[in-house]
């Protein structure tokens, strides 16, 4: 089985056009732009792997894997433009380089081609296929709702985070590695241990987000940090803290959070030194390494099938000391 390095490699250096590009080169140019500008590429390496447990010829795929690279990048234009963010991977968001009427219309774009992508795939469960990658799509849509209407509520549980959180972000890793083993041909339980998988890996993944917009720094993220408390996000931080603060403390949270008048880095630092009061930043490292493990014990059913797991062990181990 490849490594993920050698996977990463293998899809960098495939070049897949998509078919509309002359036609209005105004609104496919941002789709060129955003999907330049670098990333992980962890939702195309999680299928690619999960295919190559049973067909290691990946290049069969390698359209289908863009799709979900596609389809991340479209919820990334629009993700920037709802919480006006200026920076993604450090250079300009589109809505900024371009404008926010051009980022609706290119992200949309993305998602019609996501979709064209994987309707490419050559498979006789076509059908099946398609139905996986659209419910997909559908609970990216709803974990950002929850994570909307969750920025205009006072409080919000643990429980709710984490289902917004297994939707928003987990169900996309998820169903990556599903369909890459669907279209090999793994076995149903084996899709099912990815599926469980990649669930537990997203909701570590995202917690880890959490963390790193706050303490991150700022040069290797591209980024600056906390734009989380700058829009009042309901990360995992501060569900706790507002969890387990008393009314007095949980008004002062309150303040902090709609105030106007407060640079960023004032409002780093109070939510640095709140979440430490709180316990609440010992305890979103102590999630992020329960679903870590939630994720080992998924991978224990896909060795007992005598598959070769060590690509996703290493790959686990690049995202826990991961910076960006």
């Given at each position: 089985m490849y490594t993920s390095s050698q996977i990463l490699d293998l899809y960098a250096n495939t070049k897949i056009e998509h078919p509309y590009i002359g036609r209005v080169p105004s609104l496919y140019e941002p789709v060129d732009y955003i999907m330049s500008l670098g990333g992980k590429h962890l939702r195309p390496i999680l299928f690619l792997m999960a295919y190559s447990?049973?067909?290691?010829?990946?290049?069969?795929?390698?359209?289908?894997?863009?799709?979900?690279?596609?389809?991340?990048?479209?919820?990334?234009?629009?993700?920037?433009?709802?919480?006006?963010?200026?920076?993604?991977?450090?250079?300009?968001?589109?809505?900024?380089?371009?404008?926010?009427?051009?980022?609706?219309?290119?992200?949309?774009?993305?998602?019609?081609?996501?979709?064209?992508?994987?309707?490419?795939?050559?498979?006789?469960?076509?059908?099946?296929?398609?139905?996986?990658?659209?419910?997909?799509?559908?609970?990216?849509?709803?974990?950002?709702?929850?994570?909307?209407?969750?920025?205009?509520?006072?409080?919000?549980?643990?429980?709710?985070?984490?289902?917004m959180i297994e939707l928003k972000t987990a169900a996309l890793l998820a169903g990556a590695l599903r369909i890459g083993g669907q279209l090999a041909k793994a076995p149903s339980h084996v899709v099912k241990a990815l599926d469980a998988f990649g669930r537990a890996l997203g909701i570590a993944f995202q917690i880890q987000d959490d963390l790193l917009d706050l303490y991150g720094d700022e040069k290797e993220l591209g980024k600056q940090v906390g734009d989380d408390v700058m829009t009042g996000k309901k990360t995992i931080l501060m569900t706790h803290a507002y969890t387990h603060?008393?009314?007095?403390?949980?008004?002062?949270?309150?303040?902090?959070?709609?105030?106007?008048?407060?640079?960023?880095?004032?409002?780093?630092?109070?939510?640095?030194?709140?979440?430490?009061?709180?316990?609440?930043?010992?305890?979103?490292?102590?999630?992020?390494?329960?679903?870590?493990?939630?994720?080992?014990?998924?991978?224990?059913?896909?060795?007992?099938?005598?598959?070769?797991?060590?690509?996703?062990?290493?790959?686990?181990?690049?995202?826990?000391?991961?910076?960006?």
């Amino acid at each position: 089985m490849y490594t993920s390095s050698q996977i990463l490699d293998l899809y960098a250096n495939t070049k897949i056009e998509h078919p509309y590009i002359g036609r209005v080169p105004s609104l496919y140019e941002p789709v060129d732009y955003i999907m330049s500008l670098g990333g992980k590429h962890l939702r195309p390496i999680l299928f690619l792997m999960a295919y190559s447990l049973y067909n290691e010829n990946v290049s069969l795929v390698l359209e289908q894997a863009q799709a979900f690279e596609t389809f991340h990048n479209s919820t990334l234009i629009h993700d920037d433009l709802m919480d006006n963010s200026a920076t993604r991977r450090g250079h300009d968001t589109v809505h900024i380089k371009y404008s926010p009427n051009i980022a609706v219309l290119s992200g949309d774009a993305m998602i019609v081609l996501a979709m064209q992508q994987m309707g490419n795939a050559k498979t006789a469960c076509l059908q099946e296929i398609m139905k996986q990658f659209t419910h997909t799509m559908m609970e990216v849509f709803e974990g950002q709702q929850l994570d909307l209407e969750f920025e205009e509520r006072s409080k919000v549980t643990i429980e709710e985070y984490i289902t917004m959180i297994e939707l928003k972000t987990a169900a996309l890793l998820a169903g990556a590695l599903r369909i890459g083993g669907q279209l090999a041909k793994a076995p149903s339980h084996v899709v099912k241990a990815l599926d469980a998988f990649g669930r537990a890996l997203g909701i570590a993944f995202q917690i880890q987000d959490d963390l790193l917009d706050l303490y991150g720094d700022e040069k290797e993220l591209g980024k600056q940090v906390g734009d989380d408390v700058m829009t009042g996000k309901k990360t995992i931080l501060m569900t706790h803290a507002y969890t387990h603060a008393d009314a007095v403390l949980s008004g002062e949270i309150m303040n902090w959070v709609v105030s106007n008048s407060r640079t960023r880095e004032e409002k780093v630092l109070f939510f640095r030194n709140l979440f430490e009061e709180t316990n609440s930043r010992a305890f979103a490292v102590d999630q992020m390494n329960l679903y870590m493990q939630k994720a080992l014990d998924a991978l224990q059913i896909i060795e007992q099938e005598q598959k070769d797991v060590a690509p996703f062990h290493e790959l686990i181990a690049q995202l826990l000391t991961r910076k960006k």
